[in-house]
């Protein structure tokens, strides 16, 4: 192929592939049933070679997928039409940690615990914590807008991200933001980047802000006889003005698989678990674990443990630690949903889940971010199994319909990408979707920019069911 | 004329005002230099009505200009194209404080200071504080992505806008985002509007984040033989990890003007001043305090005067608060700029700030958030002495360039307006500025909205000047 060739002339050979091996290990990301295979794998060493690719591939009208390690849940990564999937494994440096203005400046292809790691070594804090932050990228992270168990308390990775450098479609590169706690200089580019899945330009470098690392970290595990009681538990926590740094929920299908995979010593006989943890100056943290142990006791809980020590506290955080592992051993697919609604909801959210599982004859277990709503309904089943599948599918439909009828959305954190964008104008509105594309056709007039990814062909219908929609 | 018929038609010539007394208050805003006279004031009761007068001016592409209480200091809202100007008197309900989820949703005509006091009441906290946040509107804050004083600490206005209803131009309704702490459904499209400056759309309701009050705040005055020890101070604050509310910085010409407007016993042969604030729990204000005490004693602080109880801290806030009168007052006009660099580049920026002044033979007095890196540069001049008017306006062009050389920005919180727009092409690039101009088209494919704002006909020519760029 003649693009090809000139490609490995631009950039050089020793880092363009195109053999059946490497081809296949890029034809697909962390999302079950989305494959095909790219037409070469490029992996540039700096924004020069980012640049060289971009104008190749906008002139010849060559699909491009930016990939960090693929961990992306909703088909974002998978080359759907083919093309260069274009990999940072060479752009993965920390460029300066900037101890004056509390900053971190990488590539896009940093692995997320090391820039975590790397800051926390000089007293400083990068909170965005994806669960695959021990091998997703930064460049991906910042793709997705990724969230983690922090979000109440410190946001998503969108509140950390000051200035990008991108290499737009046809080849000019782009400086948004700066080392700066403001700036209103034109249209919010930087966060405009941020979360646009790579659908309007390459990302090939990021400044990020740190903030101190604070001083200590207080860990408790509170069971709950029913969902009810866990649930008005996190709302009156919040309306106590307690914002605590980590609020996750696990309902009783999800203890039980956890407790059958890793055999803790969890009681299976309750209706859900909380795990709070607080963080920051140490009286601070003592009498807010003070107050949700007590806003605890008074919903009911029927047993609540506080760390002693960080060993202590590893053990109460391994159960929601392994809860995706633990699920997914327990059919070939395991599809993990993000449904997210506000926090006053998530009781009738995963009541409406449980009835949609029981409509469906499926298995739902869900646990997820209680104190953002973000809630993880997955399901352990059979891509083989076609019509178990199209039950699924069905299934998660209405669990998407009943997230937005309670005011929320189809999608906490883990993007549109090919799984969600048949259902993103249910979100949006057809005005909402027609200002998004204007959008993406500024960026990438071509449309290579990771293309069937979040504007679908065609948007599914919407069945309203009930008397509100 | 015909189209304003039938605006009195459609939405009630109650609300529809030709008057040239009106026509006149409406002719300009908070900003020296600019007026043009419109066409109309419209003050819409609802979002239908906004609906209506967008159906309509996109017809009859008429300019229409969103206008709060017009405090803008960039010409953001001036009619300089005629046509409408909206006001929004009537939209300025608060319709719901939410404290389950720690939310307000209001109208856009709502002003600043209302509803933080409304959410106060309630142990609840809002807390982007821009200087005029007694008669600004939060829809015009919104436009602007004010800032304010507490920025460093808790983010600028952006930061709390969770979900807006906008009106596009074509009459179509808007909704982005929602009750949410994740939400990643496409992009991110509060956030763009979120200091659009009226350029894209009518924002019809708001929807924001609030935090919990803080339990107590502590204030504290330091004075400085020079600027550099100030800005040391400034800088070893934050690298000890301390991140107070507020940190705010006055030069030795500031100080001077405020002592000889308000006689309140500011020595003057100080070279700066610094105002700290630090709110939070008890212990923890205690702590910040003692420590920012010992950094300005360490880096040579003349005095530090720590307030005694409330009544004391607002004489020492004071000082800060009149600095825009006191300046104000010396000429009959003032320009007030909003040049933003990195925090460690703030006593390099004054330094140069006082060079230009020099050179041009003009008066600037200095002031601002230090812990921003957002300083206000101010002139007082005379509108009529266009031979000055000149040599200022070359005096800011030099300011805006220093502070790109020095990787700040144009405006930190005051935004782009008919002001700086031939100088953002300097921040962004023309790759930036062609980026931005699709956007605009997505959503205003005939350019009505708040025409001759943020995009110039032609970006000033940047002298280079030595040997950085």
């Not at 053999?19 to 290990?25: G, V």
């Not at 980012?50 to 930016?66: D, E, N, S």
């Not at 782009?174 to 034109?186: E, M, N, P």
């Not at 970290?217 to 926590?237: C, G, H, N, P, W």
């Amino acid at each position: 192929m003649d693009w090809m060739n000139q490609l490995r002339e631009e950039i050089g050979a020793d880092v363009v592939f195109t053999d059946p091996t490497t081809r296949l290990a890029y034809s697909f990301d962390a999302t079950p049933n989305y494959q095909a295979m790219p037409d070469a794998i490029v992996a540039p060493r700096s924004t020069e070679h980012v640049q060289a690719v971009l104008r190749l591939c906008h002139t010849y009208r060559i699909p491009v997928v930016p990939r960090g390690s693929a961990t992306n849940l909703a088909g974002g990564t998978t080359p759907l039409s083919g093309g260069v999937v274009m990999d940072f494994r060479h752009m993965d440096r920390i460029l300066e940690i900037d101890e004056k203005n509390l900053t971190v400046t990488v590539e896009p292809g940093c692995i997320t615990a090391h820039l975590a790691q790397a800051v926390e070594a000089k007293g400083l804090f990068y909170p965005p914590d994806p669960s695959s932050m021990k091998i997703s990228t930064i460049g991906g992270n910042i793709s997705e807008n990724s969230g983690g168990l922090r979000g109440l308390k410190y946001g998503v990775t969108a509140d950390y991200v000051l200035a990008l450098e991108a290499v737009l479609p046809n080849g000019d590169v782009l400086h948004t933001g700066g080392k700066l706690a403001k700036d209103v200089a034109g249209y919010d580019l930087t966060r405009l980047l941020v979360g646009s899945e790579g659908t309007l330009a390459v990302i090939t470098q990021a400044t990020l802000k740190l903030i101190p690392l604070p001083e200590t970290k207080q860990t408790m595990l509170a069971y709950f006889e029913d969902l009810d009681s866990a649930a008005r538990t996190v709302s009156r926590i919040i309306e106590n003005r307690v914002i605590p740094a980590t609020l996750e929920f696990m309902d009783k299908k999800t203890i039980e698989v956890v407790e059958a995979y890793a055999n803790i010593g969890l009681p299976t006989d309750v209706g859900a678990l909380l795990l709070l943890e607080q963080d920051g100056p140490r009286d601070v943290v003592r009498q807010d674990i003070e107050a949700m142990h007590a806003v605890c006791l008074e919903e009911g809980a029927l047993s609540v443990e506080v760390a002693r020590d960080e060993a202590h506290a590893e053990t109460l955080r391994y159960a929601r630690r392994i809860a995706l592992s633990a699920l997914a051993r327990l059919s070939p697919t395991t599809i993990l949903e993000d449904a997210t609604v506000p926090r006053s909801e998530i009781a009738e959210m995963v009541r409406r889940i449980e009835a949609i599982g029981r409509a469906y004859d499926i298995q739902i277990a869900t646990f997820g971010h209680a104190g953002d709503g973000n809630l993880h309904p997955t399901v352990a089943t059979d891509a083989r199994n076609h019509e178990e599948m199209e039950r699924v599918e069905a299934a998660f439909a209405d669990i998407f319909a009943a997230a937005l009828d309670l005011g929320g959305t189809i999608t906490g954190e883990h993007g549109v990408g090919a799984m969600k964008a048949p259902y993103l104008e249910w979100k949006l509105g057809p005005a909402g979707i027609d200002v998004m594309k204007g959008i993406k056709l500024a960026f990438d007039p071509h449309g290579i920019m990771n293309p069937q990814k979040m504007f679908a062909k065609a948007a599914k219908k919407r069945i309203v069911q009930g008397g509100k929609s």
